[in-house]
């Protein structure tokens, strides 16, 4: 049927139109349907909502629906009902516990991104991978229909890393890449925003330069300067991962074989042949003991060895925060003031392990390169500032990153060396500041385990940019024990 | 915060309303969220959309929202975010495959019915549910759940039946209740109406009398009779089992531990204590052997115990349709042939049918009354009068039921003895004539299993209100075989 544009200015959160009720139902479209419209080129798959008050013949278009259709208001549009498709099917047959083909893997995928599927078919499908058999076959092949449904990063031979989160801080990545670029090899490097931690590696990036580029600017600034630090969300890289965390997210499910899946599908999507996966352990981090983490270990070296890449793990120290500043303009501090001194300042356990982390890189890639050597010698922080030219300039020195005004520094009541820090109380405060959403927010460790504390010494500092935000943080700081401390008599 | 009411003439299938954006924001209501609203005495939850032409201040109500609340345009309401519910962690743990406790079942029950839940988190459940080992126990206290969240019909002592369908035809209700209301028992049925079958009983009745009533009329109308026709769908009897039915029926779930809580939990809330479970078997119904028989009616059994009720069951032969009409008019000219002829006109097997259950049931509640007696005796049939009088009266004689005009006789093109008649074809063209919607539409079958049939002689009649769809179901006829037959020679 052909239908005239009518626009309203509604966001739904999904593609929404608006059919007049009694032509819908002659149509046989009902209420919660979808149904596909049609302008030019453009196809867009839209929930049904009816109305007495919009004339027959006519369509109304919520935002999200027109931005996709991008119709204007009285232009003509085909409207189609459209079949219920075969993925459901699919569904079901996970949720009855049998395997699934590649093409019907790759059906169910390709569907959640063309918004055929409901949220309610796609979380049936996620619950059916959490509580079936998966087996290693079935998650190379969500993963691969993951990619294949997306866009690709015409890189190759790139190597790349990734940390399965949980630490506070642990900012490598910048150090990391300039050090891989600065050696000669590809780093095309995305990243995620903070969702319910402090900062994400594209928040930090986010205070030094501009972090959104499309997939044709990351493509020129790597073949410029061999890495990038780019935001992963808006690229269209296994889109329909987004969808599956989305899904996820609402019952907070972190089943093991999609978070491999949705992690490996984002390294294939930008040409990584060589990754390293940080596994952090200890008390407050992800993974709690070393039967975990060699699982999971076990398992990304498998599912990358079926994806052909060459997936490789390093079973980190989680159960402390890495570097001093958590929040991402403390974040960007720490990292500039490593990359500026070569590594004579800012945090210790950051420099130490970016360093680590880079050699594991090399050395698997068979280069005989020290990490060490280009992270002193400056060409770490030369290539790094080449990188933030070609994505458009930004912050080079630590001391030119704005921290908000507020602050209040925390003093130690006792007298101790520094036993442990809590990773889950410090993410709290430091969320509480505002993080990631106010960027010069933020908690600074003064002192890191093992650290020597005099009585009334500076311990942290707590940053807001709202006065009530402090307020709230320090209540929590004060409720809570960051820090445990072990007498230094004993010693 | 308080907002003025907007109406907007909008059907979106559930509760939505619209928020400004810029306070939707400052207020950390986020799209997608759900919220409160209170006008007067009650409360709804709503899905927020977001608009910028929203002034500040009010706030939109979608239709479904307006006709929960009934808040007039300019009244001021009350809005209220609301907090993720604990239903969700109870939801994630049945993922992880735990038991649920009483309490955390009840807790999801209740949110589902008070809309707090989204459909892709009862998804979550009730997928978890599916491939989990779903104890008795939790069958129980979801079936309990449902009950206690619903309103109940105030009947003590009173006998049900159920059959869990796939036979067409087979509309046993109208007669067994009106033989038990005779005998002097209660019997408060309500069905429902077809969704994917060809009729339900609510549909069949429908063409006799009014079906739809409140509890109160319900109560008041078994009151004087002992029986009634009701349609359940619109009563708040286990209204979460509607929710979660309408989340499975997206996916053509089925589940049977959940098919068992519906069914009893529906029953449980009529005051019900003593039911007959018809479970149809054979090739062509829902069961398929006597295994599969066995495991349902222990199933039926031990659940029915747990809430209380004596639950029984009836194997029943469901290879082949029970009764010559199928469709509401026809199936109604059957019941009432039966009823008023007692037992003399009207389809054999249908009556025996309807007699043996009737007999199960009196049996079980010690009577020592014979159902054919009841039926033979025309008591029967002045007990289904008295029932139809006091909904309101209706049609009494099976000739005033008025069937589509256009039809078709089918003759058979072989002389032979009927070896079967295959149930899914059966439904297949009567739902193209136009069931359960076009009420005289339907199939007629003028011969049975065993009958024996000449060259020429009738064999079916096709009836529709619409030519179109009379042609459609006639191409569906010809193309697929309603019937086999054997040789008369070999006998």
């Keep these: ?251 907070n499910l972190d089943p093991l074989e999609q978070l491999l899946s949705s992690v490996l599908a984002k390294k294939k999507a930008v040409g990584a042949e060589t990754v390293l996966i940080d596994i952090p352990m200890g008390d407050g981090s992800k993974i709690k003991n070393s039967k975990e983490a060699s699982k999971l270990s076990e398992y990304f070296e498998k599912l990358g060895s079926e994806l052909g890449m060459d997936v490789f793990t390093l079973v980190s120290d989680g159960s402390n925060p890495i570097g001093n500043g958590i929040g991402p303009a403390l974040e960007a501090r720490d990292v500039l003031k490593i990359l500026k001194s070569g590594g004579k300042e800012g945090p210790k356990d950051l420099t130490e392990k970016s360093i680590k982390m880079a050699d594991l890189l090399l050395e698997e890639v068979g280069s005989d390169k020290s990490a060490e050597r280009i992270l002193t010698s400056g060409k770490a922080y030369n290539k790094f500032k080449d990188i933030v030219e070609a994505q458009g300039g930004g912050v080079m020195d630590p001391d030119e990153v704005e921290l908000a005004e507020n602050h209040q520094i925390v003093r130690s009541q006792k007298r101790g060396r520094v036993k442990d820090l809590d990773n889950k109380i410090v993410s709290k405060i430091t969320k509480a500041t505002g993080c990631s959403k106010d960027k010069k927010s933020g908690l600074y460790l003064h002192k890191k385990k093992d650290d020597p504390v005099e009585k009334g010494e500076k311990i942290m500092t707590v940053y807001s940019e709202s006065p009530d935000k402090l307020k709230k943080a320090l209540e929590i700081a004060e409720e809570n024990k960051v820090f445990t401390f072990k007498s230094l008599l004993s010693e």
């Design 1 to 251: 049927m052909e239908a005239k544009v009518k626009t309203l200015d509604i966001r739904a959160g999904k593609p929404v139109v608006i059919l007049n009720n009694r032509e819908a139902i002659e149509r046989s479209i009902f209420l919660g349907d979808r149904i596909c419209i049609k302008h030019e080129d453009t196809e867009v798959m839209a929930i049904v909502d009816t109305s007495n008050e919009v004339p027959e013949g006519h369509i109304v278009l919520f935002d999200e629906t027109n931005e996709e259709l991008g119709a204007e208001e009285g232009k003509t549009v085909i409207v189609n009902s459209i079949p219920k498709p075969d993925s459901i099917d699919y569904i079901k047959k996970k949720v009855e516990g049998k395997d699934l083909s590649y093409d019907e893997t790759h059906e169910i995928v390709k569907d959640a991104v063309d918004f055929r599927l409901t949220d309610s078919e796609l979380m049936a499908y996620t619950v059916a991978i959490d509580m079936s058999d998966f087996s290693l076959d079935e998650a190379r092949d969500l993963t691969k229909a993951m990619v294949d449904t997306g866009e690709e990063i015409d890189i190759k031979n790139a190597l790349d890393k990734h940390c399965i989160g949980g630490v506070p801080g642990n900012r490598t990545t910048p150090i990391i890449v300039s050090i891989i670029a600065a050696a000669g090899y590809k780093i095309p490097k995305t990243s995620s925003r903070a969702i319910t931690s402090p900062a994400g590696t594209a928040d930090t990036m986010e205070v030094i330069t501009d972090v959104e580029h499309s997939l044709k600017e990351i493509e020129d600034i790597v073949d410029k300067t061999n890495g990038c630090f780019s935001w992963g969300g808006a690229l269209n890289l296994a889109p329909a991962d987004d969808e599956f965390i989305r899904v996820r997210d609402s019952l």
